[in-house]
């Protein structure tokens, strides 16, 4: 994360606005000190692509730990 100081920051708001929309997360010192992120804004995720985040989740946890699906459903871990 880069961060910049706050006067810097005041001129330069409407590039700032720009790049965090774009996915940068920028850091606002104060004297020297972080006082505030800008960060991009979130987005509405559809429907299908929340159940492709679950199914990347389960696909994950399958594979590192070696569970099978019924026994993650039957523990209440999905």
């Given at each position: 994360?880069r961060?910049?100081?706050?006067?810097e920051?005041k001129?330069?708001?409407?590039?700032?606005v720009?790049?965090a929309?774009?996915?940068?997360?920028?850091?606002?010192?104060?004297?020297?000190?972080?006082?505030?992120?800008?960060v991009?804004?979130?987005?509405?995720?559809?429907?299908?692509?929340?159940?492709?985040?679950?199914?990347?989740?389960?696909k994950s946890?399958t594979?590192?730990?070696r569970?099978?699906v019924k026994e993650l459903?039957?523990?209440g871990?999905i």
């Amino acid at each position: 994360m880069r961060t910049i100081g706050l006067f810097e920051a005041k001129q330069k708001l409407s590039e700032l606005v720009e790049r965090a929309s774009a996915g940068e997360q920028i850091g606002i010192t104060r004297r020297g000190k972080l006082a505030a992120v800008i960060v991009p804004a979130r987005r509405e995720m559809s429907v299908k692509e929340i159940f492709e985040d679950i199914e990347d989740i389960r696909k994950s946890v399958t594979r590192s730990r070696r569970f099978s699906v019924k026994e993650l459903i039957e523990e209440g871990r999905i």
